[in-house]
Nanobody, 114 residues
Framework: QVQLVESGGGLVQAGGSLRLSCVASGIIVRLRTMGWYRQAPGNQRELVAS???????NYADSVKGRFTISRDGAKNTMYLQMSSLKPEDTAVYYCNTLNLDVSWGQGTQVTVSS
């Protein structure tokens, strides 16, 4: 059974940092193009960062220079290092493939206070 489990969220002050983790089972993270998504209240879910099989990364303009996506093949885990956090980064963060062919996990809440 394919499963994605996100963790690492929390409450942080503006300017702070968090590292999110996405542990995958049933798929091999390094063999898929994967992404981190977020959904703020009242907003649609949006893609904020992605990493291809070859390791190429891409970021939404709103997070470029502040967020870094990475993966650990041995742990079958993907990460999102978030720095210089802003209140507008407040959202539930999810991981998934870029094809969205895996059921969504429960997500992890990130709250940035001003």
């Amino acid at each position: 059974q394919v499963q994605l489990v996100e963790s690492g969220g929390g409450l942080v002050q503006a300017g702070g940092s968090l590292r999110l983790s996405c542990v995958a089972s049933g798929i091999i993270v390094r063999l898929r193009t994967m992404g981190w998504y977020r959904q703020a209240p009242g907003n649609q879910r949006e893609l904020v960062a992605s990493i291809t099989i070859g390791g190429r990364t891409n970021y939404a303009d709103s997070v470029k220079g502040r967020f870094t996506i990475s993966r650990d093949g041995a742990k079958n885990t993907m990460y999102l290092q978030m720095s210089s956090l802003k209140p507008e980064d407040t959202a539930v963060y999810y991981c998934n493939t870029l094809n969205l062919d895996v059921s969504w996990g429960q997500g992890t809440q990130v709250t940035v206070s001003s």
